[in-house]
């Protein structure tokens, strides 16, 4: 899993050099594509219950699920999320990252900040004998602590993953410590918090894909694929230029 993680950092990567104003969504979708089977691996997300994209590409007021598109044509201030799945030699690796277009505009970077600040809190809690309740409040006590006006996205949330990219537990992004499932040695969670501006509420567009926000306010997404490990997380996702074992920003 290891080694699937450090292929959709690949393409994270690639991917996020290249977010340029008058780039499309659909030029990302293809560069990810292409790192991914360069690796000799297996985009996760293409053809998944149908998606026709290698990425999920979410931009402004998209909070997940957007679909790469050739007419989807990046401009200065947007804010992108991007989510990466690969497959190598049958596991799973999954991870989302938060970019700003061109000039960030300061409530974006507030914004994609205390998500980010929300994941690594949660990935902290990825230990044995902890429960995924634990997790969850981690991340609901961090975004609180950022004090601004962010909503939690309650009905997407993180997952088990493996052999494959969907698995039991759902992990919320909001919960009670010490309830739920006890971690153990050699579980692996996709820890995922999704943030909007204003209201969490969230619609689902006649795509049967994108999930926006109901008030057009902007969202952010961050994720990595975690291990629990004796030693601690060991978040698979990591680009190969961080350490292994990690549970810092």
């Given at each position: 899993?290891?080694a ?10 690639r991917?996020?050099?290249?977010a340029?104003v ?6 990302l ?6 790192t ?33 598109s050739?007419?989807?044509v990046?401009a ?8 990466c ?8 690796g ?13 409530e974006d970077?507030a914004?994609?900040a205390?998500?980010r600040?929300?994941?690594?809190a ?10 995924l ?8 006590s ?14 997407y949330?993180g997952?088990?993953?493996?052999t ?8 919320p992004?909001v919960?009670?410590p ?5 971690l153990r040695?050699?579980?692996v969670l996709?820890?995922?918090?999704m ?16 999930v926006?926000?109901?008030?057009g ?14 030693h601690?997380p060991?978040?698979l996702t990591?680009p ?10």
């Amino acid at each position: 899993m290891r080694a699937a993680g450090l292929v959709v950092a690949a393409a994270l990567e690639r991917v996020s050099a290249a977010a340029a104003v008058g780039v499309s969504t659909k030029d990302l979708d293809e560069l990810a594509e292409t790192t991914i089977r360069e690796a000799g691996a297996v985009p996760s997300f293409l053809g998944y219950h149908g998606f026709p994209g290698s990425i999920c590409t979410s931009l402004n007021a998209e909070v997940v699920h957007g679909i790469p598109s050739a007419a989807t044509v990046l401009a200065d201030g947007d804010l992108l999320s991007v989510d990466c799945g690969a497959i190598l030699d049958g596991w799973h690796g999954d991870a989302a990252v938060t970019l700003h277009v061109g000039t960030a505009r300061a409530e974006d970077t507030a914004l994609s900040a205390a998500c980010r600040a929300a994941m690594w809190a949660g990935i902290a809690e990825v230990r044995p004998g902890n429960r995924l309740g634990d997790v969850s409040h981690a991340v609901e006590s961090a975004v609180a602590r950022e004090g601004g006006p962010f909503g939690i996205v309650a009905d997407y949330g993180g997952h088990g993953i493996g052999t494959e990219m969907h698995m039991e537990p759902f992990l919320p992004n909001v919960g009670r410590p010490g309830s739920g499932m006890r971690l153990r040695e050699g579980m692996v969670l996709a820890v995922e918090p999704m943030l909007t501006a204003g209201d969490p509420e969230t619609d689902e567009l006649d795509d049967e894909w994108t999930v926006v926000t109901l008030d057009g306010g902007r969202a952010a997404h961050w994720e990595h694929t975690v291990a629990v490990t004796d030693h601690g997380p060991w978040v698979l996702t990591a680009p190969a230029a961080d350490a292994d074992r990690d549970s810092d920003s």
